[in-house]
C-alpha cells in the first residue's frame, strides 16, 4: 500500500512526528513500512516565473513571444499556447532543465527568435493531461521559487506491507486510524454531510440482488449533468504520487476515494443501463463480456456481475464493462458502492488471471458500513470537479443488515496471556484509540464492540494481540518458557520416518523429493485407471501444465522420472527413496481427498560400484529384498511376512511380492516391467519398493527390547535339502519355528542351487540353524536329538530328501 505524507496530514495530526518515528511506529505495530522514498523532486529544476509582457511573433501567426522574470533575470520565451497573457505566475524551464518525460530543455531557436528555454503544460511536467494551455499558478508564489516547493510538490512515500486480515489498511484513512491510536493523535473523516438526502433518486432507478450471498450491500448515487473533462492539478498529483494514471475527473474522482477510503467504487454511464436498473447475479453459463481493457472473457455461473435489465456490465468487485464505459459525451452517472463476499471474488480474479486495486480489497474484506459514506464522497467531488446535480438520496439494498457480536475481555486473562500487567483502564483507552466500543464489566472485564471495519476482531485473543499492538512489544519482557526435563515421544509417523531415514542413507540410498504433480498418462499406469477415468487421481483446476495436472497417487512414477534424468546424464547406478504424500480421490466430489504417507525405494545398476578388485553383477529383486529386511528388523515390524501374489501390470510376474503384517497389507515389491519402462524411456531394469508408512508406524514396536549378550557359545548344525521347485522357503522356515524349541537361536538361508547334478524340478537348499542355551554350553547329545527329529519331520511333510556329499 502507497501512502504518502502530504495526503496522510489531511486526516491525522502528525505535528512533531518525523517520517522516521511515523514508519517506526507502524512497523513496531504490524504495518511494516518497507521503503520510504522521496517524490516530487523531479519538477527541482523548474521555477516560477511571471509574464511581463506578451507581443506577437514576427514569423508565426499562431506563437508569441512572452518576457518572463525569472527572479534572476528577464527572458524572451517563445510560446504557442492560447491562454498566455501578461501578469500571470507561470512553470518556466530554462536550458538544463529535465522535464518528467525524460527531455532535457536546451535553447531553441524557433522561426529565427532565440528562445532559452520553456512556458509548461501540466502535461510537460507530469502533473495531468491537460495540454491545452499553459499552466497558470496561483498567486501570491514568490517568483524564482522552484516548482516543487511552490506547489508542494515535495513529499515523502511510505509503502506499507498490508497483512491478509488487515483490509481496512488499505487506505489513507486505514493508515490513518492507525497512526491515530499508536501516537494518540487526533484523527477525523472527511466532511460528506454537504451530499443530499431524500428519496427522489427511488423514481429513477433501482437495484435488485439476486445472490444475497455474495452481495450482502449495493448502493448507488445519481449525478445528473455532469461534464467529463480532465482532473484538476491536485487531484492528478494525489493520484500520480501512488502510482494511478489519471484518466478523467470523474474516474479520477472514484480511484482518489478508493485509495481515501478503501472503498471501490464504479461509475456507470447511466445513459446506456437498459431498464434504467441494477440487476446484481450470477454469470449465466457461456455468457460473454468485454471488460474495460478490451478483453472479451468467458464468464462461469460461480461469478458475480453487475447487469443491468438486459446484459451484464461489470464483473462485480474486479472491472467494469466496456458497454458501460464513462465517455467524453457521458452527460449522467450511475455510481456504485458495493460490498462483496471475498471468496467469490478471490475465485473468479484467479479464475480469469484479473486483478486490480478493487478485486485486491475485495477479497480482503471492505467495511460494510463504509458504502455510503464512500458514495457520499465521491458524489461530493464529482458535483465539484464535473458540475452537474446529485439526485437527492441513494439506492440502499441491504438485504441483512449487519449484526456484530461483542466480545468480553478478561483484563487478568489478558495480563497472564502477554506477560506484562495490563490495567482495565489502559484496556479501555486503547480500545477507544483503535475505534472499538468498549464498557467496563465488572473489575476484571470489559465488553468490547469491534466496528464494522475489523471483521478480522471475532475472539478474546485477537483483542489481546491488539493491546499487544498498541502498548508496544517492546514492553512485553522476554522470557524462558518452562521445558519439561522428560524427554517427549515422537507422534505420529516422526519417529518411524526419521528411522527409515538412518537405515536407508546407511544403506546408501540418497533421499529425493519430487512433485506432488504428474501427468495423467504416468498416474494412469499405476492407479489401474484410464487416463480419462473420473477416479484416475485428484484433478487440478489450473495445472502448472499438462505433465502435472494430476495430484499423485503413487510416489513410484516420482522415482521413475527421477531415474530417467539422471540416466540421461549417464548416472547409471541410483539408490533412490522418497517419503511423501499420496492422495486418493473421494468418490464424492463435495469430500477432500484422502491423503496417505507412503515410501517409495528404487534401486537399479550395479549392486556395487566397479572395482579392479572384482566386477560387480547388475542389482536384482532379492537385493531390494534384503533392504525390505533390515527395514523390518530395524523398526521392529510385528509378524511381518511376504507372500506371492499376481503382479500388477506394471511389475513382472514371478518378481513380485505384497507385504504383510499379520493380514494388514503394507506394501509391495518387486521388478518393473519392460512395458512401463519404456514408458519412461530407460533401458535398464529396476526395482521398487512402495510402503504405507501409515500402517508401518500401527506395527512397528517403538520399545527397544533388552536382550543381554549371550554368556555361552553357540553350535550350528546344517542341512542340504532337495526340495520341488515350488516349495518356498518361507514354508521351511515357518515348519521350524512352529516347533518352538527355545534352544533354536536363528534360522538362516545359506545356498540356494538348482541344476546338474540336483534332478530338473528339483532344487538344492541349504539351511543352517543356530543352537545357544542361555545356561550352560551345548553338548552334540543335547543338540542331535533335536536337530534328528526336526530334519525328519521336514523330510516327511515336504516329501524332501537329503543332497549327497
Known amino acids: 500500500m502507497k501512502i504518502t505524507i502530504n495526503w496522510l496530514k489531511e486526516y491525522v495530526d502528525l505535528t512533531g512526528l518525523s517520517v ?47 518576457r518572463v522574470d525569472t527572479g534572476r533575470e528577464t527572458l524572451d520565451l517563445v510560446c504557442g499556447a492560447p491562454n498566455v497573457r501578461p501578469e500571470i505566475l507561470v512553470p518556466v524551464a530554462l536550458p538544463g532543465a529535465c522535464l518528467p518525460s525524460g527531455m532535457e530543455v536546451q535553447v531553441a531557436t524557433i522561426r529565427g527568435i532565440i528562445s532559452p528555454g520553456m512556458i509548461c503544460s501540466e502535461k510537460e511536467m507530469g502533473l495531468s493531461e491537460d495540454h491545452s ?43 490513518a486510524r492507525e497512526v491515530s491510536a499508536i501516537f494518540n493523535r487526533s484523527f477525523t473523516y472527511p466532511d460528506t454531510s454537504a451530499a443530499p438526502s431524500g428519496r427522489k433518486i427511488e423514481e429513477e432507478t433501482s437495484v435488485t440482488i439476486l445472490a444475497p450471498e455474495l452481495c450482502p450491500r449495493y448502493v448507488a448515487r445519481l449525478i445528473r449533468g455532469v461534464t467529463i473533462g480532465p482532473s484538476p492539478a491536485w487531484l492528478s498529483r494525489r493520484l500520480l504520487s501512488v502510482g494511478i494514471r489519471s484518466i478523467n475527473n470523474v474516474v479520477d474522482v472514484t480511484n482518489f476515494v478508493l485509495m481515501e477510503l478503501g472503498q471501490p ?40 456481475v453487475i447487469a443491468d ?11 467494469g464493462g466496456l458497454n458501460t464505459e464513462i465517455k467524453d459525451t457521458t452527460k449522467n452517472i450511475l ?16 479464475n480469469l488471471g484479473l486483478s486490480s486495486e478493487a478485486s485486491m480489497r475485495f477479497e480482503r474484506g471492505v467495511d460494510i458500513e463504509g458504502a455510503i459514506r464512500a458514495a457520499d464522497r465521491a458524489a461530493l467531488l464529482i458535483r465539484e470537479l464535473a458540475g452537474g446535480e446529485i439526485v437527492p438520496g441513494w439506492i440502499d439494498a441491504f438485504p441483512k443488515p449487519l449484526r456484530i457480536e461483542p466480545i468480553s475481555l478478561n483484563t487478568h486473562k489478558t ?11 489502559e484496556v479501555i483507552d486503547i480500545s477507544r484509540r483503535l475505534g472499538l466500543a468498549a464498557a467496563l464489566q465488572d473489575k476484571d472485564s470489559v465488553l468490547i464492540t469491534p466496528p464494522s471495519f475489523r471483521p478480522d476482531l471475532t475472539r478474546p485473543v485477537d483483542l489481546m494481540e491488539e493491546i499487544a499492538r498498541l502498548i508496544g512489544y517492546d514492553r512485553i519482557p522476554a522470557t524462558i518458557p518452562n521445558i519439561s526435563s522428560t524427554s517427549r515421544q515422537e507422534v505420529g509417523t516422526i519417529s518411524v520416518r526419521r528411522k527409515i531415514r538412518e537405515i536407508l542413507t546407511g544403506l546408501g540410498f540418497d533421499e529425493i523429493i519430487t512433485y506432488s504433480f504428474i501427468s495423467e498418462k504416468f498416474n494412469s499406469i499405476f492407479s489401474g485407471a484410464e487416463p480419462a477415468a473420473p477416479l484416475n487421481g485428484v484433478r487440478i483446476r489450473n495445472p502448472i501444465s499438462e505433465d502435472q495436472s494430476i495430484m499423485r497417487s503413487s510416489l513410484l512414477p516420482g522415482l521413475l522420472e527421477a531415474m530417467s534424468r539422471n540416466w540421461a546424464q549417464r548416472n547409471l547406478n541410483l539408490r533412490l527413496f522418497e517419503l511423501g504424500v499420496v492422495f486418493t480421490p473421494s468418490a464424492d466430489s463435495e469430500t477432500l481427498p484422502k491423503e496417505t504417507n507412503r515410501l517409495g525405494v528404487l534401486w537399479t545398476g550395479r549392486r556395487n560400484p566397479e572395482s579392479h578388485y ?96 549371550p554368556r555361552y557359545p553357540e553350535t550350528t548344525r546344517d542341512m542340504a535339502l532337495i ?7 518361507k514354508e521351511i522356515r515357518d515348519e521350524i519355528l512352529s516347533l518352538k524349541e527355545p534352544l533354536i537361536e536363528e534360522i538362516e538361508l545359506f545356498d540356494l542351487y538348482s541344476g546338474k547334478p540336483i534332478p530338473a524340478g528339483k532344487k538344492n537348499l541349504g539351511v543352517r540353524i543356530h543352537y545357544r542355551s542361555n545356561d550352560k554350553t551345548l553338548s552334540d547329545e543335547q543338540v542331535n536329538p533335536i536337530q534328528e527329529d526336526l530334519l525328519n519331520r521336514i523330510l516327511k511333510k515336504f516329501g524332501a530328501t537329503l543332497r549327497e556329499k
Not at 511494516?32 to 514576427?58: D, F, M, Q, T, Y
Not at 516548482?147 to 509503502?159: C, G, M, N, P, R
Not at 526340495?723 to 522357503?729: F, Q, S, V
Request: proline share 5%; with cysteine; glycine share 8%.
Open 309 to 319: 435489465g438486459e446484459k451484464g456490465v461489470a464483473l462485480a468487485g474486479i472491472m
Open 133 to 175: 494551455g499553459i499552466m497558470i499558478l496561483p498567486e501570491g508564489i514568490s517568483v524564482g521559487l522552484p516548482i516543487s516547493q511552490a506547489l508542494v510538490l515535495e513529499d515523502t512515500l511510505l509503502e506499507v506491507n498490508v497483512t491478509p486480515n488487515r483490509g481496512d489498511c488499505l487506505s489513507h484513512i486505514g493508515i
Open 20 to 66: 522516521e518515528e511515523l514508519a517506526q511506529g507502524l512497523t513496531m505495530a504490524g504495518l511494516e513500512v518497507e521503503a520510504v522514498l522521496p517524490i516530487g523532486r523531479e519538477l527541482e529544476s523548474l521555477i516560477v516565473g511571471k509574464i511581463l509582457e506578451v507581443r506577437n511573433h514576427p514569423q508565426a501567426d499562431r506563437l508569441t513571444v512572452c
Open 265 to 304: 467504487l464504479h461509475s456507470f454511464d447511466f445513459d446506456t443501463l437498459s431498464g434504467r436498473r441494477i440487476v446484481v447475479r450470477q454469470a449465466e453459463s457461456g455468457e460473454r463480456m468485454t471488460t474495460l481493457d478490451g478483453q472479451e472473457r468467458d464468464l462461469t455461473p460461480e461469478m458475480l
Open 335 to 350: 455510481l456504485e458502492s458495493a460490498c462483496f463476499e471475498p471468496r467469490c471474488i478471490r475465485r473468479t480474479a484467479k
Open 723 to 729: 526340495l520341488d521347485n515350488p516349495i518356498l522357503w
Open 415 to 425: 495480563s497472564r496471556f502477554l506477560g506484562v500487567e495490563v490495567p482495565t483502564e
Open 614 to 709: 572384482f566386477k560387480s553383477e547388475g542389482v536384482d529383486f532379492y537385493d531390494l529384498k534384503g533392504v525390505l529386511e533390515n527395514l523390518v528388523d530395524f523398526l521392529k515390524i510385528n509378524e511381518f511376512s511376504v507372500r506371492e501374489a499376481d503382479a500388477p501390470s506394471y511389475f513382472v510376474p514371478g518378481q513380485y511380492i505384497r507385504c504383510y503384517s499379520s493380514d494388514d497389507l503394507l506394501g509391495e515389491m518387486g521388478e518393473i516391467s519392460s512395458q512401463v519402462r519404456s514408458q519412461f524411456d530407460l533401458k535398464e531394469t529396476a526395482c521398487l519398493l512402495d510402503l504405507d508408512i501409515d500402517q508401518v508406524s500401527l506395527k512397528a514396536t517403538d520399545v527397544p527390547q533388552f536382550k543381554p549378550w
